[in-house]
Nanobody, 114 residues
Framework: QVQLIESGGGLVQDGGSLTLSCVAS????????MRWYRQAPGKEREFVAAISGSAMGHATAYADAVKGRFTISRDNAKNTTYLQMNSLKSEDTGIYYC?????YGQGTQVTVSS
C-alpha cells in the first residue's frame, strides 16, 4: 500500500531554514509526481509545491506565497521528496503534508517564531 512518511519539521526563527523529507513506499516512485501541501491553524489545506515524475523531466511548480524561497526536489534512488524552505516567515507555520494523488502522509509540524 502507498505510504508517505514526512520528517524534518520543527521550530525555527523568522528568516531561518528547514528541509522537509518525505519517504515513499508501495508504488513506483519515479513514475509519479509528488506534492507538498500545508495547513495553518484554522485554515484549509493549501498547495505548496509540486515536482513531476521522470517522464515529465521533474518539472516543478510553486505557490506564489513560497516562490523564490522554497525548493522542491526528489531523489528517486531513495524514494524521497524534499522541500527546502528558506527565509521562513511566521505565515509559513503549519502542518506540512507530502502528497501523491489522493494519498497524504501524517504531516510534520513547522513553527516559525517571529
Amino acid at each position: 500500500q502507498v505510504q508517505l512518511i514526512e520528517s524534518g519539521g520543527g521550530l525555527v526563527q523568522d528568516g531561518g531554514s528547514l528541509t522537509l523529507s518525505c519517504v515513499a513506499s508501495g508504488f513506483a516512485f519515479s513514475d509519479y509526481g509528488m506534492r507538498w501541501y500545508r495547513q495553518a491553524p484554522g485554515k484549509e489545506r493549501e498547495f505548496v509545491a509540486a515536482i513531476s515524475g521522470s517522464a515529465m523531466g521533474h518539472a516543478t511548480a510553486y505557490a506564489d506565497a513560497v516562490k523564490g524561497r522554497f525548493t522542491i526536489s526528489r531523489d528517486n534512488a531513495k524514494n524521497t521528496t524534499y522541500l527546502q524552505m528558506n527565509s521562513l516567515k511566521s505565515e509559513d507555520t503549519g502542518i506540512y503534508y507530502c502528497n501523491r494523488n489522493v494519498f497524504y502522509g501524517q504531516g510534520t509540524q513547522v513553527t516559525v517564531s517571529s
